[in-house]
């Protein structure tokens, strides 16, 4: 009896010994689970080291351009180029068709994959976003640079998602150094520019005057050819579609994107004129349908200027402060040009109605079927014969002294200048800290004047296909010689 009692005893023993071996294990297994979640994931991408630019989207229309631009520029040699998108079958197509050097690096990444976007951002210190429409698919991206301290430069049009970056990450990115540059291509590099390099000529115009100079107005003529992408088109569908009703009216609202609240700006109106004291000719034109983004980009680097001016401690960041500001008396317009007031009235009344009867559902699906369909391209030869020209026109205030600054792009604008534009910025980013501005260098959400100062001027000026002209006039003169009346640009 007693030898079974000790036989049974054994086995109890030992059945708790295995029990308790296996709590044991299934607790370390817990615990090693528990840990793992802030152990770093794996890397999705194996770079050698950081590459320099990074295209993302580079299979797009604008995406290609930027692509093909960068590989063939003249520092090429002096800058790592990595190219990402969706597709790889797209990816090897496009190296195939440009013959991209092996030196460029090729990822596949999908924007929706916040994992993946994270790995190849990190490994970057210039990210040209090409991938839109911005408000569906680029706050991933920006995210991801503000956190790892990239720069990020992109094409949006879409004043109602840049506020929401600028809400969100603007502090955080001058944190980490990010400078996020959003409205890099046609909207809306050439006006935010304009008036950049029409201030910084008033200013040394005026340097003898013992009052500092602010400017009055500045108002923006554009001349424009070009086509629509399926891009393009898609932004502008989707806006009305996924953006609440009130945060699109609410972007159109004078300083949307400022940090300041300046004088009040000229209301939209069937037809515009602007004299110009440089040919002695008048602009006449009708409503631009890129005002209201541009307006708010422009708007927004005034109150980045105005809020540095006012901030600045040091001696040396107070004296560029000043000569960057344009003054609180400044308002903004810009129209395009027409041939006569009444196709100014015909472009205004026609623009006003496409986007009312694009409110409505019927019409968004009819225009969605008759309109460009994805996959539509165009050829180079198609894409050549595009063009734009911008005269501005910016006045000081109780002064007889103008600036006129006419900036001319060959090429289409928003397929071919635009990616231009937007690498020439991270390019600028890149290799000219010392151009842009002291406060921009800083980081966070600012505009292509703000962060790119002089370096973007240089960088047009010196690329074929830009002519960039500033002309200072007072009292109806330039250096020294009598206006006369010339044929308008």
Request: charged fraction near 20%; aromatic fraction near 8%.
């Amino acid at each position: 009896m007693l030898e079974r009692i000790s036989l049974i005893h054994k086995m109890k023993m030992k059945h708790l010994l295995v029990v308790y071996e296996c709590k044991r294990h299934r607790l370390v297994n817990r615990r090693a689970n528990n840990y793992s979640s802030f152990l770093p994931s794996p890397p999705l991408f194996f770079m050698s080291s950081k590459v320099d630019l990074l295209v993302l989207g580079a299979t797009g229309v604008t995406g290609r351009q930027a692509t093909r631009y960068l590989a063939n520029h003249p520092e090429h040699s002096s800058f790592t180029l990595a190219i990402a998108a969706r597709s790889k079958h797209k990816l090897d197509a496009l190296v195939q068709e440009y013959s991209l050097p092996n030196s460029i690096q090729i990822f596949t990444v999908d924007v929706t994959n916040d994992q993946q976007v994270e790995e190849v951002v990190r490994n970057a210190k210039v990210v040209l976003n090409t991938v839109g429409p911005y408000y569906r698919w680029g706050t991933p991206v920006v995210r991801a640079c503000a956190r790892n301290g990239v720069h990020y430069v992109d094409l949006t049009g879409e004043p109602f998602w840049v506020r929401e970056i600028v809400d969100t990450y603007d502090y955080s990115a001058t944190k980490t150094g990010s400078i996020i540059v959003p409205a890099c291509g046609v909207d809306s590099l050439p006006s935010d520019i304009s008036i950049y390099v029409a201030n910084k000529a008033l200013k040394e115009a005026s340097a003898s005057s013992t009052s500092p100079l602010q400017v009055e107005s500045s108002t923006t003529s554009w001349n424009v050819r070009g086509v629509m992408s399926y891009g393009t088109f898609h932004t502008l569908i989707t806006s009305l579609e996924l953006v609440p009703r009130k945060k699109l009216r609410e972007s159109t609202t004078p300083y949307y994107l400022s940090p300041a609240i300046g004088r009040p700006s000229p209301r939209p109106r069937l037809l515009y004129k602007l004299f110009d004291p440089s040919t002695l000719q008048t602009h006449i034109g009708g409503l631009w349908f890129m005002k209201f983004s541009n307006q708010a980009i422009v708007e927004r680097s005034w109150g980045i200027l105005e809020r540095n001016a006012a901030s600045s401690a040091e001696p040396k960041q107070t004296a560029e402060a000043q000569k960057l500001r344009y003054g609180n008396k400044m308002v903004y317009d810009e129209f395009m040009r027409t041939p006569s007031s009444f196709a100014a009235g015909v472009v205004s009344l026609g623009i006003m109605f496409t986007m009312m009867m694009l409110q409505i559902g019927p019409i968004r699906w009819i225009a969605k079927k008759i309109g460009p369909q994805e996959g539509s391209g165009f050829s180079d030869e198609a894409l050549e014969k595009g063009h734009f020209t911008t005269v501005n026109v910016t006045t000081a205030e109780a002064s007889n002294t103008q600036a006129v600054v006419t900036l001319q792009g060959k090429g289409d604008p928003g397929y071919l200048l635009s990616p231009i534009m937007m690498a020439d910025g991270a390019l600028a980013l890149l290799f000219n800290k010392s151009s842009i501005p002291t406060f921009a260098r800083q980081g966070g959400v600012l505009t292509p004047a703000t962060a790119f100062g002089d370096a973007i001027v240089e960088r047009l000026q010196k690329n074929p296909r830009f002519s960039l002209k500033c002309e200072v006039v007072k009292d109806g003169m330039i250096d020294g010689k009598k206006v006369e009346r010339r044929k308008d640009i």
